[in-house]
C-alpha cells in the first residue's frame, strides 16, 4: 500500500467554482503534513502546511482528520491561475523526518 | 522564496559523460534530499542527507552518487551517462525539527542523447 493516496483526477472546473482534493495517508506515524503545488515542468512549491486544528490561507482551507488519517484541501473562487498539480505530502518522524508525496491531482480552471 | 539553487537548469549530453549536478542552499538546513521526476509521474526519491557526511540512497535505486562535505553544498554525480538517465532532477533542503516543510530548487532537466 502506498504511504500517500490521491486521486489523480484530472478535475476540469469552472472559473469560480469551489473543489476539493483528498489525501489518506497510510502510517500512523506521520506527524507534519503539507500541500504543494506544481505546475507543469516546474518544482513543486509549498502551497500551505496542515495543521490539526485546520487552517486557511486566503482562498484556501486545510484541514486533517488523524483518526481517519486524511487529509483534505479545499479551493473557493477557483481562479484560472489555480491550474496546477497538488501534492499531498506527509513526513515521518519514525524514518528520520522522511517526506512521502503522493502521485498529485490535476487541476484546470476552464474560463 | 527559498534560497536553493540548482546548476544548470538544461544540460544534454552525449552518453558516457561524466555529470555533476549541483545544488546548493543558503538556509544552513541539515537536510538535503534529491528527487528524480518524468514528465507527468510522480517524485521518487533516490538520495538524502542529514548532515556533512551523511548520505543515504533513497526508494529508486539510482546509479548516481552523492557527496555532503559542507553543509550548504549536496552534489549529484553520474559517472556514465546513459539515455535512461534522462529525466528532471529535483534537489531540496529542510530545516530540522518537526513540522518543517521541504524547499525545493528549480531542478535541473537532464538530457542524454
Known amino acids: 500500500r502506498k504511504e500517500v493516496e490521491q486521486d489523480p483526477g484530472p478535475f476540469n472546473v469552472p472559473e469560480g467554482a469551489t473543489v476539493a482534493f483528498n489525501c489518506t495517508y497510510s502510517?500512523?506515524?506521520?506527524?507534519?503534513f503539507f500541500w504543494y503545488r506544481q505546475d507543469c515542468r516546474k518544482e513543486p512549491k509549498l502551497l500551505m502546511s496542515?495543521?490539526?486544528s485546520g487552517n486557511e490561507d486566503g482562498r484556501f482551507t486545510a484541514q486533517l482528520n488523524r483518526a481517519s488519517q486524511y487529509i483534505s484541501l479545499l479551493i473557493r473562487d477557483s481562479k484560472l491561475s489555480d491550474s496546477a498539480t497538488y501534492l499531498c505530502?506527509?513526513?515521518?518522524?519514525?524514518?528520520?523526518?522522511?517526506?512521502?508525496f503522493g502521485t498529485g491531482t490535476s487541476l484546470t480552471v476552464i474560463p | 522564496e527559498a534560497d536553493i539553487y540548482q546548476t544548470p537548469r538544461y544540460l544534454v549530453i552525449g552518453t558516457g559523460k561524466k555529470i555533476t549536478l549541483e545544488c546548493s542552499q543558503t538556509?544552513?538546513?541539515?537536510?538535503m534530499y534529491w528527487y528524480q521526476q518524468d514528465p507527468g509521474m510522480e517524485l521518487h526519491l533516490i538520495h538524502y542527507?542529514?548532515?556533512?557526511?551523511?548520505?543515504e540512497k533513497g526508494d529508486l535505486s539510482s546509479e548516481s552518487t552523492v557527496s555532503r562535505i559542507r553543509t550548504e553544498h549536496f552534489p549529484l554525480t553520474l559517472e556514465s551517462a546513459r539515455p535512461s538517465h534522462t529525466s528532471q532532477y529535483l534537489c531540496?533542503?529542510?530545516?530540522?525539527?518537526?513540522?518543517?516543510?521541504?524547499?525545493f530548487g528549480d531542478g535541473t532537466r537532464l538530457s542524454i542523447l
Open positions: 531540496a533542503s529542510s530545516d530540522r525539527g518537526t513540522g518543517r516543510p521541504q524547499h
Open positions: 502510517n500512523s506515524a506521520s506527524q507534519s
Open positions: 496542515v495543521y490539526s
Open positions: 505530502v506527509v513526513n515521518r518522524k519514525d524514518t528520520g523526518n522522511q517526506f512521502y
Open positions: 538556509m544552513g538546513h541539515d537536510k
Open positions: 542527507s542529514y548532515g556533512v557526511n551523511s548520505t
